[in-house]
Every structure is written in structure tokens, then in C-alpha cells.
């Protein structure tokens, strides 16, 4: 029997992967629903090639000319709510949440309320609302399933063992393209150089992300959640060559790493397939080619958002909402030519220093922190 899938963000990096994946595996795999923003063409690609029983765009007046580009029989729906519908149709059996922003997480949510499996590709929905969303999880008994490979290794290397034997959980990092740099380098780094990144391929904003190294503070804090551990027990190390995607060190001194080519439709394909491994024609790991494999401390003096998110975690309440919600709002800007690539740090300390955090939040009081957030980033410019 197909496992029927429904995509929010197809049109994006993880999301078309997603769809590469299911291409190659027919017999398996169903796309049953479809969601994305602004990329009309080529979402209308796709829902001409799936026939999903229904898809979502961003804005509603946007319908009209939309539901002129797909075939008949093709339903279509827009903005948050239909975003929504798409994630919690009946026929669905997973989700998966390709969406980048806290856009995503009422839809998974209410996916998760619904029954439905989740592939979880959007961080931000564990890094804002953590304990609420795992808690529905535990409640309704629904698979919760990573697919960002850091956290896809780690559930890999957790596979069989018992979590009190856990010691701590090291995340690997890349470095992003500024490893080597100098504060004064970096204060001159421009968005064309903060888009290359040296090994993943991925959306413009978490591309901006890596190399802030916010991108793995907020792994640090999906990571919490997803594994249930302590802050004192998440580590990361930068890793340049992305080949070891994450490890596991148990109490013993043993450390389980699980290893690959930086390749994301790889931990796509195990969150669809899972408890099952299927074959694939992928390329495959040649470690002799590869050489060498290096490891260092992050440098959180030239990198201050990784340490940001463990304060913002460890803080908890709205306070990981916040930090994130101005990360968003900060880069949106940085991509704009609005401010400097050094100031995004500088900018999300700030609102985290001036937020009042509310002790477990209710999903309205996460969401009013998100807009106090962006707000006070533009109170903040003055512009």
C-alpha cells in the first residue's frame, strides 16, 4: 500500500527533493497535497504531474489565475488556512513540513492534532513552540520524524538504544563559508557572499542562517525537544567536510556517528520510508577520496548566535520564539541590503535583552511574541 504524502513548501529546496524521492520510488510513495508560496509556475508544474487532490498558494487573489494553469479536478485553496487543509486532508498519512519561518508551525500543529506522521524539515516549529508541539505529539501518538540531517543522524544512532544511556548529542556544523575569517572580514560580507555556501544546497534564508551559525542554534534547540536532553548535554563541533552528519556519545565513552555525503534527499527518503530502509541510486560515500575529516570548536566570538540560542533556550518560555522571530526579520533585512551581515547578532541580542518572557506559553502567547519580535527588530532600525 502507497504511504500518501503531503508536501508544504514544494516549490522549495527540501521540497522539491522530497518530490525526487517519490519519483523514484512510484510504487511506494503517493503526493496526495501540495503547499507553497509565490513560485505559481512552478507549483503548477508539479500539481500537473502529481494530480494532488488539492493545493494551497500564498495569497488568495492569486486563485483565479492559479486554477487556470492546473488540470481539471485539482482543488485549490490558499493562505495560512489553506495550508492547513492541505496538511490535515483525510487521505493523508504523512507530512511532511518544508516550510521555512514559524509560517509552518500552526499547519503541523493541527497536522499532528489530525493523526498524521510528520517529516519534519522546519525547525522553527520545535524552536517556538518545543514543548507544546511534542507534547500533542506524545498525546496523539504520531511519529515525529526528522528529516534536517543533523538530527536524522542522531535519531539514526539512537536506533535500539536506551536513552539513559545517553551522554551528550554532538552536532556537527560546516562552518559555513566565513570559518576562516576575521571580525573586520565579516562586517564586510555582502549577500552574494553569504548565499555560497560550500557543501548543502538550500533556500536563501537558512543558507544566511549557516553562516551566522544561527542555523545550528536553532538545531541546538530542535534537538532538546526532539531527544528530550538538557542544554548540557547538546555539543557542537565544526565539522568542514559534512560527511559526519551528527554523533551520539553514551555513557560508556562511546561515540555512534553516522556518516554520508551531504546530500538531504538521503535523510528525506529515511523519515518517508521509516522503520524501513529502501534502496536508492544515490551517490554513495567514498571515504578514501574524501581523505581526511577535521573537527574544531566553533568560534562564538566571530559566531555569537550559536551561543545566543542556548541562552534563549535555556531561558525558555517565548524567549526561543523571540530569537527566533527576530532571526527571521533580521535576515529578511540582511537579504533586502538593509543592514550588515555582522548586525543580524548584533540585532536579535538586543530584542532577546528586551523581551519579557512568558513561562509556558499557550500557542497565542508564542505567536504575540513572534509579531512583538519582528516589530521591535523594526523599532530597533527606525525604519
Given at each position: 500500500m502507497k504511504k500518501r504524502v503531503a508536501v508544504l513548501g514544494s516549490t522549495g529546496s527540501i521540497g522539491c527533493q522530497t518530490l525526487e524521492v517519490v519519483d523514484k520510488?512510484?510504487?511506494?510513495?503517493?503526493?496526495?497535497?501540495?503547499?507553497?508560496?509565490?513560485?505559481?509556475?512552478?507549483?503548477?508544474?508539479?500539481?500537473?504531474?502529481?494530480?494532488?487532490?488539492?493545493?494551497?498558494?500564498?495569497?488568495?487573489?492569486d486563485v483565479p489565475r492559479f486554477r487556470s494553469l492546473l488540470p481539471t479536478g485539482v482543488r485549490v485553496t490558499a493562505g495560512i488556512e489553506g495550508m492547513t487543509e492541505v496538511a490535515v486532508l483525510d487521505e493523508v498519512d504523512i507530512v511532511v513540513t518544508s516550510i521555512t519561518g514559524t509560517l509552518g508551525l500552526i499547519p503541523t500543529v493541527e497536522a499532528v492534532?489530525?493523526?498524521?506522521?510528520?517529516?519534519?524539515?522546519?525547525?522553527?516549529?520545535?524552536?517556538?513552540?518545543?514543548?507544546?508541539?511534542?507534547?500533542?505529539?506524545?498525546?496523539?501518538?504520531?511519529?515525529?520524524?526528522?528529516?534536517?540531517?543533523?538530527?536524522?543522524?542522531?535519531?539514526?544512532?539512537?536506533?535500539?538504544?536506551?536513552?539513559?544511556?545517553?551522554?551528550?548529542?554532538?552536532?556537527?556544523?560546516?562552518?559555513?563559508?566565513?570559518?576562516?575569517?576575521?571580525?573586520?572580514?565579516?562586517?564586510?560580507?555582502?549577500?552574494?557572499?553569504?548565499?555560497?555556501?560550500?557543501?548543502w544546497s538550500m533556500g536563501r534564508k537558512i543558507t544566511v542562517d549557516s553562516a551566522t551559525m544561527m542555523n545550528k542554534g536553532l538545531e541546538v534547540i530542535e534537538a532538546k525537544w526532539l531527544f528530550d536532553i538538557g542544554f548540557d548535554n547538546i555539543e557542537v563541533i565544526i565539522h568542514p567536510q559534512s560527511i559526519i552528519h551528527s554523533m551520539v556519545e553514551f555513557v560508556d565513552g562511546s561515540v555512534i556517528a553516522?556518516?554520508?555525503?551531504?546530500?538531504?534527499?538521503?535523510?528525506?527518503?529515511?523519515?518517508?520510508?521509516?522503520?524501513?530502509?529502501?534502496?536508492?541510486?544515490?551517490?554513495?560515500?567514498?571515504?578514501?577520496?574524501?581523505?581526511?575529516?577535521?573537527?574544531?570548536?566553533?568560534r562564538t566570538d566571530l559566531f555569537p548566535s550559536l551561543e545566543l540560542a542556548f541562552e534563549a533556550g535555556r531561558r525558555g518560555g517565548t524567549a526561543p520564539a523571540v530569537m527566533n522571530?527576530?532571526?527571521?526579520?533580521?535576515?529578511?533585512?540582511?537579504?533586502?541590503?538593509?543592514?550588515?551581515?555582522?548586525?543580524?547578532?548584533?540585532?536579535?541580542?538586543?530584542?532577546?535583552?528586551?523581551?519579557?518572557?512568558?513561562?509556558?506559553?499557550?500557542?497565542?502567547?508564542?505567536?504575540d511574541s513572534d509579531n512583538w519580535a519582528r516589530e521591535e527588530i523594526i523599532r530597533l532600525k527606525g525604519h
Open positions: 520510488f512510484p510504487d511506494k510513495f503517493e503526493i496526495v497535497g501540495l503547499a507553497a508560496g509565490f513560485n505559481l509556475d512552478r507549483l503548477a508544474e508539479q500539481a500537473a504531474k502529481y494530480r494532488p487532490r488539492l493545493v494551497s498558494i500564498g495569497n488568495k487573489q492534532k489530525a493523526g498524521k506522521d510528520i517529516a519534519l524539515a522546519n525547525k522553527e516549529t520545535l524552536v517556538a513552540a518545543g514543548e507544546l508541539v511534542m507534547s500533542l505529539v506524545r498525546q496523539k501518538g504520531v511519529s515525529f520524524l526528522p528529516v534536517d540531517s543533523e538530527h536524522s543522524a542522531i535519531f539514526q544512532c539512537l536506533n535500539g538504544e536506551a536513552r539513559a544511556e545517553v551522554s551528550k548529542l554532538i552536532l556537527t556544523a560546516s562552518g559555513g563559508p566565513f570559518l576562516n575569517k576575521t571580525k573586520e572580514e565579516l562586517s564586510q560580507v555582502s549577500v552574494e557572499d553569504a548565499l555560497k555556501h560550500p557543501n553516522q556518516m554520508g555525503l551531504p546530500d538531504m534527499r538521503i535523510p528525506i527518503q529515511y523519515a518517508l520510508s521509516y522503520p524501513k530502509r529502501l534502496g536508492s541510486s544515490f551517490a554513495r560515500l567514498d571515504l578514501a577520496a574524501v581523505g581526511r575529516l577535521g573537527f574544531e570548536k566553533p522571530a527576530a532571526n527571521e526579520q533580521a535576515v529578511a533585512m540582511f537579504l533586502e541590503g538593509r543592514l550588515g551581515f555582522t548586525d543580524i547578532p548584533a540585532l536579535v541580542a538586543k530584542v532577546l535583552a528586551n523581551h519579557e518572557c512568558r513561562r509556558q506559553p499557550a500557542l497565542e502567547d508564542i505567536l
